[in-house]
């Protein structure tokens, strides 16, 4: 017998999960940044091997067993304030499926990795975006890069009391798109390329496409 298909309920369950989500994770790692990472890898696991709305195929949730991640690492932990850019630089980026998604470059954030990009998906509702990739991509992580900030989807790990962002790298995760080629995602430019290898965050999960 084949799975119900997904309703519109289903996808308000999920993004609710996944808001309640790093809600919980953004107060466990103002105490121990370590718990809460890998107190979002049980939860996200659970959401991604049996939700109606996870980024993997019905077919492939039964052997689903678990996502990857390189081991914690503290030092991939950073705050670092918005550096705005005047002008907001309207972009065409391309996505996974070849479509263009508007965005506007609003800044920058310089990091111990280097430097990477900050974004505003420039669509209804409107979100910060920091996508990247680095030496890693296309080995053990996807090539089309992976994520940092998405708070259109609720991924964000907050500012510190002076209004720095919090950027954990322990937490950047792929896009949709990684898991299967139905999903249609942004990814991450050039200008969003780092030289350095972030051993830190997300790897590739074993049955993603090719």
């Not at 990091?111 to 975006?129: A, C, H, K, R």
Request: with cysteine; aromatic share 10%; glycine share 10%.
């Amino acid at each position: 017998m084949s799975a119900a298909a997904p309703s519109p309920l289903d996808l308000l369950d999920y993004r609710r999960r996944v808001f309640a989500l790093y809600g919980e994770v953004r107060a466990l790692s103002a105490r121990d940044p370590a718990v809460a990472h890998q107190r979002w890898r049980i939860v996200r696991d659970e959401i991604f091997g049996t939700h109606l709305q996870s980024a993997i195929d019905p077919d492939d949730r039964a052997r689903f067993r678990g996502l990857r991640y390189f081991p914690y690492d503290p030092t991939y932990r950073f705050t670092a304030p918005l550096l705005v850019e005047p002008g907001g630089e309207r972009l065409e980026v391309q996505t996974s499926t070849g479509e263009a998604m508007a965005m506007r470059r609003i800044g920058r954030v310089e990091l111990p990795v280097g430097t990477m990009p900050v974004f505003w998906i420039d669509v209804y509702g409107g979100g910060v975006f920091v996508p990247f990739r680095d030496a890693t991509s296309g080995i053990e992580t996807d090539g089309g890069g992976r994520y940092l900030l998405d708070t259109v989807k609720g991924a964000d790990l907050g500012s510190t009391p002076d209004g720095e962002l919090v950027l954990d790298l322990n937490f950047a995760y792929h896009p949709s798109c990684h898991y299967h080629h139905r999903w249609s995602c942004p990814l991450a430019g050039p200008e969003s390329r780092l030289a350095s290898r972030v051993e830190a965050g997300e790897m590739t999960w074993e049955g993603a496409p090719h």
